[in-house]
């Protein structure tokens, strides 16, 4: 679970506890002592919290996150270059490009493109996360460890100011610096990224099936169930004073900026929409449907004979812990 910003700690029980969701008799949701463990009493922390009729009518938070929806126009371009993960392996084979490996997270450094929902819209945090476990013999010549290190607590600062904002800043997208302004001798001003015809057009086909993906999903969770939230988190010390205990207990706090919802991983919430046939759909419509997925599913998994083969690279190159 998520411990509250640090500019919110206090010496007090709320100040290290949060709301999530219950797998016991009782109220949905309990308080949860992040740093002390086990839950604590709605009694010792709320009391019995705000009255009914201080229960704001304004919707706060949304029932799906930004980041769950199809990408905005304004930043398809750049997440259509965060999905190509393929291209920053960790274990890049012999005739891998490692060139373009090193020009791909060269653009990450430098483009002025990036924005908060970039980033929450790829998986290109986690993918430099691996990056900086890259399993090569000589990484001096393109420095990917230590890149691919300083990227991510550049990016990971970016989202740590994000979660001491106010709910409309947090939803709100914002810019997101480039860690570097000035480009490497070799390469000319104004210098960009060319992923070249394939690559290119295999980024525009994937963000077109995982807008697909996302439409069904959101489909799913607005006729159906939406995304669960798993818990909350105090964004003010006096956050359990200002709302009513009932709306707690039921972590009904769609309707208070005092809370931050923690929803499950996009993952998690589009499982059963995985499974769920559209009534409103022919059959011909399903069918369709499930190619799109199988299409989807090729372009972004490693086939089994290619993480073999990666993973015996790895281990002839003596390196340990490779799965």
């Not at 009518?57 to 997440?79: D, F, G, K, L, Q």
């Not at 060319?194 to 439409?215: F, M, P, S, V, Y």
């Not at 105090?234 to 972590?251: F, Q, S, Y």
């Not at 996009?266 to 399903?286: H, K, N, V």
Request: glycine residues 4%; proline residues 8%; hydrophobic residues 30%.
């Amino acid at each position: 679970m998520v411990i509250p910003s640090s500019k919110h700690t206090s010496s007090k029980p709320f100040s290290t506890s949060t709301v999530k969701m219950s797998d016991q008799d009782g109220p949905k949701y309990v308080i949860d002592r992040i740093l002390g463990g086990g839950t604590a009493s709605y009694d010792d922390i709320v009391g019995p919290g705000a009255s009914e009729s201080s229960t704001p009518h304004e919707r706060v938070w949304p029932a799906i996150p930004p980041e769950y929806c199809p990408p905005s126009p304004e930043i398809e371009n750049a997440v259509k270059e965060g999905y190509l993960k393929r291209v920053l392996t960790p274990t890049p084979l012999p005739d891998d490009d490692l060139q373009l490996m090193s020009d791909y997270l060269l653009s990450l450094e430098t483009r002025d493109d990036l924005t908060v929902h970039v980033l929450r819209q790829t998986e290109a945090r986690s993918q430099i996360g691996l990056v900086r476990r890259i399993r090569l013999n000589d990484d001096t010549r393109y420095n990917f460890k230590s890149r691919a290190t300083a990227l991510e607590k550049h990016w990971s600062s970016i989202e740590s100011l994000t979660s001491e904002s106010t709910p409309k800043e947090m939803l709100a997208d914002r810019p997101v610096a480039p860690i570097r302004i000035e480009l490497p001798d070799d390469k000319p001003a104004g210098w960009k990224l060319d992923l070249g015809e394939t690559r290119a057009a295999e980024a525009q086909r994937q963000l077109e099936l995982n807008n697909i993906w996302k439409n069904r999903c959101i489909k799913y969770w607005t006729t159906v169930q939406p995304p669960r939230t798993i818990g909350w988190v105090p964004l003010v010390g006096d956050a359990w004073k200002k709302v009513p205990r009932a709306d707690l207990e039921n972590g009904d706090l769609f309707f208070t900026p005092y809370f931050r919802p923690i929803w499950e991983s996009f993952g998690m919430a589009s499982m059963d929409a995985s499974f769920w046939t559209d009534p409103s759909s022919t059959t011909e419509e399903e069918d369709e449907y499930r190619k799109y997925r199988s299409e989807r599913s090729e372009l972004t998994t490693l086939s089994l004979k290619m993480r073999d083969a990666r993973k015996e690279h790895a281990k002839s190159l003596e390196f340990q812990g490779v799965v």
